[in-house]
């Protein structure tokens, strides 16, 4: 009974004291709530207060905008003023400089400026005595120097014979790797007295040709000359052209011109017939420069298949497009010899005794 009771005492007190504590918190509650509505009408009126400011000067900077922007226009309005002004004088003066260049041209076309001769005959300005043309004064002037440049390129190069030989040597070396090309078949008497025969008819043709500017032509295949795709010469074959020009030809510049036939080449030694051609005519010209001709009077050029005589569709056309030109032409300046009648049956006629 004596513990029943002292626990009921026990309870009792922690009940009172629990309840004491519970008070007390109700009453820090309310006090709680208190403090925090009169922050909260405080927190309120200083919202209002920060929100008008900000709104004031945010109407303070716009109108300062509104300022700054209305001046910019304003100088953007002068300165499209000044700039129109300064085009519209532009424009003028312009206009002023052309209208005194037509006028200055028209002028000009209607009455060119005359002066006058000792003979009292009114002449344009831009006469030039022998009726010759104003620019032909500047052509003849280009003319001389290209003159006086070839002129001295040619005085540079006179005394170069020797590496013109060794180069002339190099280009003229036997055809194919393997050698074979050194073995030439040799023409029989028959064929060789025919090739001259026909290299003399066409000498007396050529002679035929000789035109009042003492040009010469002589053509011979060539196939008397070299073999086929080939580049080595038959020398003998040569005799009697090397003979007129020693005779014919002193006072003549010789141009050795080679050609081909449209057939194409490609071998090791030649890419195409242009080499051939120009390795053909150099081949002829180291041939006369042995022979004693002055290698001055001397020029050797190819030109492939460019100038046939005759369409290449044929065997024969081909035979006769592939071909050495020998092109004479009298020097100008030198003496012309007295030509001598020449009987061509002369040396056919039995001799009288």
Do not use: C
Not at 81 to 98: M, P, R
Not at 153 to 180: C, H, Q, R, W
């Amino acid at each position: 009974k004596s513990v029943n009771e002292k626990a009921t005492k026990e309870l009792a007190e922690q009940k009172k004291t629990f309840e004491s504590a519970l008070a007390e918190k109700a009453s820090l509650v309310e006090s709680l709530k208190a403090a925090v509505g009169d922050d909260k009408k405080g927190d309120e009126g200083g919202a209002a207060e920060a929100q008008k400011e900000i709104l004031e000067e945010r109407d303070a900077q716009i109108e300062e905008e509104q300022k700054n922007v209305k001046k910019l226009e304003e100088k953007a309005v002068l300165q499209e003023a000044a700039t129109k002004d300064k085009l519209e004088a532009q424009k003028v003066k312009i206009e002023a400089e052309w209208k005194k260049k037509f006028e200055e041209a028209a002028l000009n076309a209607e009455a060119p400026k005359k002066e006058k001769k000792s003979s009292g005959e009114e002449v344009p300005n831009d006469y030039i005595p022998g009726g010759v043309e104003p620019w032909m004064a500047t052509f003849a002037d280009m003319v001389t120097l290209l003159m006086v440049f070839f002129v001295l390129f040619y005085s540079v190069e006179k005394d170069n014979t020797e590496k013109f030989k060794s180069a002339i040597d190099m280009m003229v070396e036997e055809d194919g790797p393997d050698g074979l090309a050194k073995i030439m078949k040799v023409m029989d008497a028959t064929e060789v007295m025919q090739n001259l025969k026909e290299m003399r008819d066409a000498t007396l043709a050529a002679q035929a040709e000789e035109t009042e500017e003492d040009r010469i032509v002589l053509r011979v295949p060539g196939l008397n000359l070299f073999k086929k795709k080939s580049a080595k010469l038959t020398p003998e074959a040569l005799n009697e052209i090397v003979k007129i020009i020693k005779t014919k030809g002193k006072n003549h510049k010789i141009f050795i011109q080679g050609h081909t036939d449209d057939v194409p080449i490609h071998t090791a030694k030649y890419e195409s017939n242009w080499e051939l051609s120009a390795v053909r005519a150099t081949a002829v010209l180291r041939h006369f420069y042995d022979k004693g001709i002055d290698p001055e009077k001397l020029t050797a050029t190819g030109y492939a298949d460019t100038f046939p005589m005759v369409p290449n569709n044929t065997k024969e056309g081909r035979a006769k497009n592939a071909r050495i030109e020998f092109v004479l032409e009298k020097i100008p300046g030198e003496k012309k010899p007295k030509k001598k009648k020449v009987d061509a049956e002369a040396n056919l006629r039995p001799k009288k005794k």
